[in-house]
């Protein structure tokens, strides 16, 4: 699996690097020390996973994230923050992010999450989640419009969503086969017109859904 890691903070880069190639099946192909330089080796190396920190000198990634989307280059972002700012955090996953981790997180947690990035889905973290929930809470009156017609199920299966947990877990606890999950989550995303479960939860979490 083919990885560009983008920090700022050389020691962080090569912390990451090595724990990654502790757990095996990562190829770091290029690093970068701030935003532009995250595109450029983005554009020259094609990985599977970009890890991308927000808070970088000169272009940061939240420029990152834009120019990316502006210039069409598909590649999963998985944003790695301290989390000291829920605005930014929020603007990241706006501007394309499709799951974001704190830096604290065990090296199983973020060896997990790169792996589910690269397979296409989508990763919403608990604590962060909450964070953002609060921040919107705290924020002004949501100016986001959702379509009505979320059933209870529906709403109940966003609500697990939005804590992180995959099907399989949202199965167990609601008693339900993993199937019908799918077909829940699935019903969710076209009503909310979101492309993945991260808009979604974004999306709820702006419009008061998950208040």
């Known amino acids: 699996m083919r990885l560009v890691l983008a920090d700022d903070q050389t020691l962080v880069r090569h912390g990451i690097r090595s724990l990654l190639e502790i757990a095996g099946g990562f190829d770091v192909v290029a690093e970068a020390e701030d935003g532009e330089a995250a595109v450029t080796a983005v554009r020259e190396h094609a990985p599977d996973v ?8 000169g272009r940061d990634g939240i420029w990152a994230l ?17 989390f000291d700012d829920d605005a930014l955090v929020l603007r990241a996953l706006q501007a394309g992010a499709r799951g974001y981790l704190l830096k604290d997180v065990t090296l199983e947690q973020l060896a997990d999450a790169v792996r589910t990035l690269a397979g296409g889905a989508t990763l919403v973290q608990p604590a962060v989640t909450a964070r953002l929930l609060r921040a919107v ?13 979320l059933t209870e199920r529906e709403r109940e299966v966003l609500r ?7 099907n ?11 199937g019908t999950v799918k077909n829940h989550v699935s019903n969710v995303l076209l009503k909310l017109g979101a492309k993945d479960r991260t808009r979604a939860v974004l999306l709820a ?6 208040a």
């Open 66 to 82: 834009e120019t990316l989307r502006a210039a069409g280059l598909d590649v999963a972002v998985l944003v790695l923050t301290t």
């Open 137 to 149: 809470r705290a924020g002004p009156a949501p100016v986001v419009a959702v379509p009505a017609g």
């Open 50 to 57: 970009l890890l991308l920190d927000l808070r970088m000198p």
């Open 205 to 210: 979490l702006q419009s008061g859904l998950l």
């Open 160 to 166: 697990l969503m939005a804590q992180g947990w995959s």
């Open 168 to 178: 399989r877990e949202i199965a167990d606890a609601l008693y339900l086969a993993e």
